[in-house]
């Protein structure tokens, strides 16, 4: 024990020596400079940014032949196919208008013919108005990153529902730090920062997920960890995937919209 | 051996049952509902925001009487003094012009009254033109959270210094991830994430600061992991502190200028 | 004829050497400096403007004992009582909910505490969605300048109704350039330049009232001469008035809403 | 006299009974329906707009073989050119930087390729920060509509000069409303609606052009009627041109930016 503190005594000069002798310059980083990126004005896409949806055209986008999953056999099921199918699809059938893409109810989801892992997002969503609506019912869609964490998209301005539910929530896991719901008919935005899971070669987890949420400007989700892919019935564990898959966004029936959607990739 | 994967076998059997079992409703989560907040327009306050500078006067700002530390020594005696002196401080000296509070070179930094811990903050600034001057010299300020983890203010358009020393950057930690810099002379925007580190009984860091920054709209640090104390000269490591701490804008000689600052306590 | 010709030549051998004698400074204007105003951010009120609303309460409204007239009769009596009673009325019942002011149908009509004459006026407003509602009668309400010249409010969003009475229409009289509405539930915006009429001392109209509106940032009325008070029944013509009076906000059975609501006196 | 009175009762009556016929219904215009224009969010250009700069490149400019005239001789020989020469132009010199054109002094005026007459226009400028310059010689530029009336392009802030000629002045003709000036550095908006003069065959003035403009949301010109082309020396008049000819900026030797250009023919 003697040995123990003088060592730490010893440990302790060395590094007041240290100090003392640093100089501000030995802290300095130079390399590598941080590549320049212009920004948007207001929340138009800055200069690196991968446009996904400018309100012209869905030529970014496929209907997947695969459903999202509902149960982890299911997610499991869709992954393989993912890995088979190459995410193959047909053209969405979403109608587009006012510079803005709406849900088919019945058409679909959707999901990007470009593939991602961890991504900056900004995406602006609509609720119609649907008086008589309730719970999940009312103006229901998601933002599936990966096809399988997904961030739920919901009217939540005086419509309750089950927290890890609401807008803002990532659904059935981490209901939003607040409430900070728009009313339906007004454009709403999420900003968000996904960070992709990392899998060690025998299929474990290196790293979770992990996602952080501004919604309409206000934090909802900090630097949340995920439990695994998005389920409908069960509780969630992670399955192996692959570096990069499509962001989706549901069809739940509701004819939500979307606009103004963009990427970074991280 | 085998008795293990016996085992292995019967959990997994029960597993899938106990799923087969579950109903969606078993992961619906409904307490305790979040609180609504309601979102500002653009970048305005949102409902639930303690606003800081709304353009018109420092009336929420001091001058502090100490001085931010260079050393984790200078730290340690700052943190000393500040649970002696409850920071006092005296009015401060920086202009309040066209709705934006500017540095007043030699007038020292100024801190909040309020005390804080984790938050999101929005911050605006503006570095001034200033031909000749270069590297640290351009526009340095900074945003020091707690008083000692600072946010990088200078104008880094289109003038170099060392990565971990330009806008964007925890000051000589972590360099930005891009340089999403607007010119001199132009308003522009810090939306920060910063969670505060939390300590053991004995002083040790049971969770260590972290901080995730958009710059304009970029995202500038992604959830990143701070060493300690902002140090100017050394390397950094946690000091044990009190939960709450003003947060500082620093006096660096150059009249940088603030406004539309806000934050809500997380 | 001869003469007339020799004075022409004279005089455009005048202006030439007046011209050539005239130096740039000669056409300079010093004074009067026009003053400073700092402008707002986005759509936030600039420094000289009277904010008439800005989400918090009606303090600055009441509900006026008159009602707006429909023919020009009840106008003249309207401006005869106007004159008589100096415009008293009673608190208003609308509603103020996430900072907007809220149409309560019965409530009657809203004016300001203020009068005014010519103004630069910014309104936002939004149709609430209400299917089943068609031509006037989905989210009628109006903008009235001095309580008598109508700007139509009114969804005018795939809701066809007669062209000088839908959004952005100087009612009954001029409609608008082009349709810029956006979908009912969606925030809209008016910026205005409305000068008052003038009259002579005779009651004799000496110059009319012209208004200039960008409807959502375009042009929907530019710089229209209007033929006098706006009449639900009838032709309009002038009735001499005061120079200054309440600006009216009407109740037409909508739940309509309105927010950040500021004028500059012109 | 009695005649005239009694013309004048009779003619009263009469309007009264009209007015007593009327119905509501009389007075509805329904054809024709104004067109449908979807508006920009923000300062973005709505769907009826022809963008003229939208930060990538100068295809839409020339630099025109003419320089624009300071005396109305001059002004005279630029509009016979004109119709000679069809405006042909090489490419302008100007620089694209940052999603901004910087005037490259000396580099001459630029002029869009195609021609106008009554527009909206939307510009942004940004006047450089260049300490030691002052009146005239601050961040001088200008936008002249059909190529020769100016609306003045200047820093203002703080930066006195005579009040026609400073920025939101109809130069050397009208003086803004206010000094709605932003600080040099900052990017700043001009939203206009320009009305071409209209002539008569014999060349005489049958409307003469008038202006609109709000300087960053503030209103600077209110309708305002000009005297003819802008000069720099001596009195303007009318001289008789084309119905549409191009909108040019100015290159006056400072390194002003301009950017998000659009305009609507109106």
Redesign the interface.
Known sequence: MKRFFLLMLIGGLLNTL??QE???E???????????????????P???AIVLFDGSDLSNWIRPKYTVGA???SIKTMIENQQKTNFEGTDPEWMVK??AMIVKPGGGAIETKQKFGSV?L?IEF?C??DPGKESQGYSNSGVFFMGMYELQVLNSYEN?T?????A?AMY?QH?????????????QMY?V?F?APQFNRDGSVKTPA?I?V???????Q??TVLEGPT?????SSYVKHADKLPIVLQDHGNKVRFR?IWL?E?
Request: glycine share 8%; aromatic share 8%; charged share 20%.
């Open positions: 240290a100090a640093m100089k501000p030995d802290t300095e980083v130079w390399e590598p400079e941080p590549v320049k990126v212009t920004p948007g004005v207001f929340t138009a800055p200069s690196d149960t982890l056999e006012d510079g900056q900004h609509l119609p108005y309750r089950y927290s890890n539910g609401q803002g059935k209901p939003p730090l607040v409430n900070a719901s728009r009313p339906p008919g007004e454009w900003d920062v960070n992990s952080t501004f919604h309409n400007g206000v934090l909802v900090n630097h389920l409908y019935i069960g509780k103004n970074r991280l």
